[in-house]
């Protein structure tokens, strides 16, 4: 018999421990020792906490601990919203195999796969639904899919829903779920659309947090860097081969082609990640990067919050975001599970001032970006800019 792991200390049932000891889950991260024991209670929670915290299971194991079996085909007892189709994917991928120690199915439901294969295994019956909200909605119009036996529903990076238009579609699904409930909200700031839709679809939630609403991670560490248009590639490509693993921002999706195909000819290992690609690409380049066959995703904002990796090194804002939010959601994809990250931009000639900004928003000092080459043996390690200068 498997040995318990410390989740179990929090609450969680015998047959859900066994699930996170057989996928390789030992002890719980900060959240999810906030979150589970007053999920498990069955009480509404909103938990604040940054993408890469180890929010999937704060809310999956409760979620997994207290829905009933399905209460027939096409009527799932949970329902977890989500802003993308790589994150629907990554969160059943994670969720799935802890339920199957526990006869909980679990369906990922999004658009750009298959339609009649998600139909079907609807028609089977599953547990838990992960879903995009616009695939969701399909398939509640056409009756594929019934919420009325929903015991439990998660919206997981609320803000997110909120950046990307997704509110009014969040809302006319939450409306769906007409059965006692409980709910649960995700997000990095609990502000603005977010708020609101905490006090017209929450009852009385009790707040868990490991962080202020802006606080970027504690491992992370900034560098600005003043770059020549024409070396700017090759200062990446120096980089990416100093850190390792490295996610480039860039503002369009030509200009990520671009850039790619410009690290490709230096003999780097990269691929764009942008809306354009088919959602097959796009999963075929997260799945090369993740298992470290590619080791530069140049992106889009967008695309880039499907980026759920926990070892990605070092973070390039190939330009100077526009304000301090873009910043820390790009930048929140290094410094994950208590690694250390860079978070590296670069700035031409006219872009100092736009750097000013977002140290000041960061709390930072206001210090002039770092005068760079391509050949600087600095890029090697970056841990030398933050050296003390020698005489």
């Known amino acids: 018999m498997t040995s318990p792991t410390a989740f179990a200390a929090l609450g969680v049932p015998p047959q859900v421990d066994a699930g996170l000891a ?45 829905i009933d079996a399905a209460a027939g085909p096409r009527a799932p007892r949970g329902l977890v919203l989500v802003p993308t189709r790589e994150l629907a994917l990554q969160v ?33 019956g599953v547990e838990l639904v992960v879903a995009t909200p616009l695939r969701l909605i399909d398939l509640l119009k056409e009756e594929e899919l019934t919420l ?50 905490v006090r017209r679809y929450m009852n009385d939630p009790r707040e868990v947090s490991i962080d202020a609403p802006t606080a970027t991670v504690g491992t992370m560490r900034h560098l600005f860097l003043a770059v020549h248009r024409m070396d700017k590639d090759r200062v990446v490509a120096a980089v990416a081969d100093g850190a390792g ?53 140049v992106a889009t904002d967008v695309a880039a919050r499907g980026i759920d990796i926990d070892d990605v090194a070092a973070v390039v804002h190939y330009e100077p975001p526009i304000d301090v939010k873009t910043y820390l959601h ?22 100092h001032t736009t750097c000013r900004i977002i140290q000041r ?28 200068a020698t005489a």
């Not at 290992?269 to 999963?283: C, F, I, P, V």
């Open 22 to 66: 057989a996928a390789g889950f030992s002890a719980p991260f900060a959240i999810q020792t906030e979150a589970i024991p007053v999920a498990l209670t069955g009480v509404d929670l909103c938990g604040r906490a940054r993408t890469g915290s180890g929010k999937t299971l704060a809310f999956g194991v409760p979620m997994l601990s207290r």
């Open 92 to 124: 059943a991928e994670v969720l799935a195999p802890i339920g199957a120690k526990c006869a909980r199915r679990v369906l990922a439901v999004y658009g750009g796969a298959s339609r009649d294969d998600q139909i079907a295994a609807l028609k089977e």
């Open 148 to 197: 009325s036996g929903v015991q439990v529903v998660v919206i997981d990076e609320a803000d997110r829903m909120a950046d990307e238009g997704f509110m009014p579609q969040v809302e006319w699904v939450l409306r769906k779920v007409t059965s006692p409930h409980q709910t649960m909200l995700f997000s990095a700031t609990l502000d603005g659309q977010v708020g609101n839709l």
């Open 245 to 297: 693993k490295t996610v480039v921002f860039c503002d369009t999706k030509r200009l990520c082609d671009k850039v790619a195909e410009s690290l490709q000819k230096l003999k780097v290992k990269a691929s764009a990640l942008h809306g354009d690609m088919s959602q097959a690409a796009r999963e075929k380049s997260l799945a090369k990067f993740a298992d470290g066959t590619l080791n530069v995703l």
């Open 330 to 351: 790009r930048s929140g994809r290094t410094a994950r599970a208590g690694r250390d990250g860079w978070a590296v931009t670069l700035a031409e000639y006219n872009q």
């Open 361 to 388: 928003g960061l709390r930072l000092e206001p210090q002039p970006p770092i005068e760079v080459f391509s050949n600087d043996k600095r890029l090697a390690d970056l841990s030398l800019f933050l050296a003390p």
